[in-house]
Each structure stands twice: as structure tokens, then as C-alpha cells.
């Protein structure tokens, strides 16, 4: 499964989870940058050179509520196959449920791995795992509006790529967060510092199955 060191995990069983669509209640933390070479690096193919990571609440969910962190080095262009919009691929993404690894890890591809969280994810909050460590601090900026949208998936798989989407729905606000990020290859990606990013203050989500493409638009 394509991840990077943080995202491995020599465990092959876990208990057993639903299959998509998964709803859920969230709320939601999310930032970008300008990806670094580092990051375009981790997936050459046609991309967008933006960063884009995220701390998640999840309130409730078909494996009940979770919490999760995950980043994508680059954004895959959209294209014919890709789609209309662009789509994260995603190597790095943990939570703190076993059942929800096992939803990622077999209906996503998404390298799940067990962490450890702390905080809140609309202020001050943490993950970390085994060698690496994530700090965030954000700070809402102006009034509330509401938001509806999607976030969409694009996995690379062999020669295939992994297409999914979840849609979104809910309040959100502009905020400024604060990252600090170490471990073995995410300190070379996942800039430090102070960046634009985008709060979920409350908000439902509903996460599809996916579905494999051939990759010709390397």
C-alpha cells in the first residue's frame, strides 16, 4: 500500500468494519501550503504543488466517533479520469480506532495507522505515533458561514489509482493554524509554521465507496 514510513504498520488483522457509504458528524481543522520538493517528490505524476492536511473530529460514525489526522504532499490534477476537481492522495493519515484502520486500509486504501490524539481540533490539539509527532494550533478568524462541498480521493494502486469522494455539509470559518511536524519524512513535506486553512465548526459528511481507474494520465 503506497504511504510513507509514518503510515506503515506490520499488522494485517483488524476487527472488522462496515463497508461504505460511511456517514458521519464532524468537525474539522484543515490547512495548506506551497508543497515542498520533498513532497512533489512522493508523487511525480501530474500534480498540484499544494500541501493540504487536516485534524478531524469525528462524532459519530458507523465505527462509532474517532479521531484522525491526515495530509496530502501534493493534489493529483484533475483530468478525464481523475475528474472535475482536484483530489488528494493521501500517505500519511492515522486515527485512534482500530475498526476505522480497517475501513481505510480495505475500502480506501488509505495506510491507516493507530495513534495517539489530544485537545481540540478547532484550537490546540496533537497527534503522534510510533517515531513522529503532530502539534496544531488554530484560531478561527471571521463570522461563520455555511459550506457545502466534497472532498475527493485519488490513491495510487500498481498501475491504478483508487477514485473516491465524500460530501460535505455544514458551518465553516477561515482560521490561522499553527504546525509543528517531526518524524521520519514528514518534517521534509509538511511545512512548519503559520498557515491559511479552513474550519468545519460543525458539519456532515458521507464518505462513498471507491472504485479503481487505469492511471494512463502519469
Not at 485537545?119 to 478561527?140: E, I, K, M, Q
Amino acid at each position: 500500500m503506497w504511504s510513507v514510513s509514518e503510515s506503515e504498520s506490520p499488522r494485517t488483522e483488524w476487527p472488522q468494519s462496515p463497508p461504505p457509504p460511511w456517514p458521519a458528524s464532524v468537525r474539522a481543522t484543515i490547512w495548506w501550503h506551497r508543497a515542498t520538493d520533498e513532497g512533489r517528490a512522493l508523487l511525480p505524476q501530474k500534480d498540484l504543488p499544494v500541501t493540504m492536511a487536516m485534524v478531524v473530529d469525528y462524532l459519530d460514525s458507523p465505527v462509532g466517533p474517532y479521531r484522525e489526522i491526515l495530509a496530502s504532499p501534493v493534489l493529483r490534477r484533475p483530468g478525464k479520469l481523475i475528474g472535475a476537481m482536484p483530489r488528494m492522495a493521501v500517505p500519511f493519515i492515522a486515527v485512534d480506532s482500530e475498526t476505522s484502520v480497517h475501513g481505510g486500509r480495505t475500502h480506501w486504501n488509505l495506510p491507516k495507522v493507530l495513534a495517539h490524539f489530544g485537545g481540540d481540533v478547532l484550537g490546540t490539539s496533537t497527534a503522534s505515533g510510533d517515531g513522529w509527532a503532530v502539534d496544531v494550533a488554530a484560531r478561527g478568524v471571521g463570522p461563520r458561514f455555511p459550506i457545502r462541498g466534497g472532498l475527493g480521493f485519488a490513491q495510487p494502486v500498481d498501475e491504478e489509482v483508487s477514485l473516491a469522494g465524500a460530501s460535505l455539509k455544514g458551518k465553516a470559518r477561515l482560521c490561522r493554524v499553527q504546525v509543528d511536524a517531526t518524524g521520519p519524512s514528514l518534517g521534509d513535506w509538511l511545512r512548519p509554521g503559520s498557515h491559511f486553512g479552513l474550519q468545519i465548526v460543525s458539519g456532515t459528511m458521507s464518505t462513498g465507496a471507491s472504485r479503481l481507474v487505469g492511471d494512463i494520465e502519469n
